[in-house]
């Protein structure tokens, strides 16, 4: 995990291997920020859906007090809601590396739709 200062808040950057780790032991809130269509046709189980264009900083869901860890499909609009957050004044933020496309790129497990029936199934890229 590297970090970097956003204003007087730390940024967490996390690579998808860590935020699998932290999500099997149940440690973090993560927050999709894509928009409602990009999640249906995949996602990473478990993460919450806060599409950046109709949910601010300040209504992101906070789970329990557990540190929130923000991806989208790239990395690109999860860091700008980071620096969002970081000027509406939160502190603790992370934010998973390279976005949903680096989480397939490692072989992780998703919830994609399965093509011949619609319905929700587990699946990787490997």
């Known amino acids: 995990m590297r970090t970097e200062k956003l204003?007087?808040?730390?940024?967490?950057?996390?690579?998808?291997?860590?935020?699998?780790?932290?999500?099997?032991?149940?440690?973090?809130?993560?927050?999709d920020v894509r928009t409602p269509e990009e999640y249906v046709h995949g996602h990473?189980?478990?993460?919450?859906?806060?599409?950046?264009?109709?949910?601010?900083?300040?209504?992101?869901?906070?789970?329990?007090?557990?540190?929130v860890v923000l991806h989208c499909g790239s990395g690109k609009r999860s860091a700008m809601v980071a620096m969002a957050c970081a000027?509406?004044?939160?502190?603790?933020?992370?934010?998973?590396?390279?976005?949903?496309m680096a989480w397939r790129a490692a072989g992780l497990p998703y919830v994609a739709l399965d093509p011949s029936t619609g319905a929700p199934r587990r699946t990787t890229d490997r």
């Open 7 to 31: 204003g007087s808040a730390t940024l967490e950057n996390w690579s998808p291997a860590e935020v699998k780790a932290a999500l099997d032991r149940h440690e973090i809130t993560l927050i």
């Open 44 to 67: 990473i189980e478990g993460a919450l859906l806060a599409p950046m264009q109709s949910v601010g900083p300040l209504d992101l869901p906070m789970a329990g007090g557990k540190p």
């Open 87 to 100: 000027e509406a004044g939160f502190t603790g933020l992370a934010h998973m590396e390279g976005g949903f």
